[in-house]
């Protein structure tokens, strides 16, 4: 593997899992009720939105690191990654961008705002799938022995984790329990990613 192309991996993924625990700190902080309204929405907002550029060019670096018998699954997940990219940078976006500093001036809720249910909560939700789906398939690319193991485990986990995510978002009666059914995804993504970085520093030494 080339060690540019593995660097690139090693600190994408790196910083992607930063900003996940970031984003699972300020999501416990939020539902606690110790950060509030804007501030919670805008960390939120802000670290899910930088988790999805880097987790495409860790996906990218994969797939130039496994095996040509293998890429087929390795370029299923990048068109996956690259979906989920689109949705969320779409979805956080304009929120941070329209709907929050409309807010603040007093604007009442439009097509824009994230609701349960909503345009842009359903756009959240897509996005989370395919991240789920790139996961799985990114499992598929790798070797069953090796020092792969534990990276294997954790993208297999965040694509088993699609159905709970499909749950949380799309259960009739929303509360925040229902949305406690997608909290997995904070061990399984993280761990993910943490992974990966380890992979491609494996890689690059």
């Known amino acids: ?48 939105l930088a988790i999805a550029p880097l987790f495409l060019l860790a996906i990218l670096a994969l797939h130039y690191s496994v095996h040509e018998s293998r890429r087929f699954f390795s370029h299923a997940a990048l068109l996956f990654a690259l979906l989920y990219t689109v949705y969320v940078v779409l979805m ?14 007093g604007a009442r809720e439009t ?3 994230v609701t349960p249910h909503s345009l842009f909560w359903t756009v959240d939700a897509l996005g989370y799938i395919c991240m789920g789906i790139s996961t799985l398939l990114a499992y598929f690319a790798l070797p069953g022995s090796g020092h792969t193991l534990w990276l294997r485990r ?18 009739p009666q929303f509360s925040v329990w229902v ?9 399984t993504a993280t761990g993910s990613l943490l992974q990966l970085a380890l992979y491609f520093k494996s890689k690059r030494d």
Do not use: E
């Not at 956080?92 to 001036?105: D, E, F, H, N």
């Open 1 to 48: 593997m080339n060690r540019k192309i593995a660097i690139v991996g090693n600190c994408s993924s790196l910083a992607a899992f930063f900003a996940a625990v970031g984003y699972g700190i300020v999501q416990v902080l939020q539902v606690a009720g110790i950060l509030v309204y804007p501030l919670d929405a805008q960390l939120i907002y802000g670290f899910s």
């Open 92 to 105: 956080y976006g304009v929120q941070l961008a329209t709907v929050i500093p409309a807010s603040l001036k």
């Open 111 to 113: 097509l824009l705002t």
């Open 154 to 171: 954790f993208l297999l986990a965040n694509g088993l984790a699609v159905p709970l995510i499909c749950f949380a978002y799309f259960y």
């Open 179 to 187: 949305l406690l059914a997608g909290a997995p995804w904070l061990i």
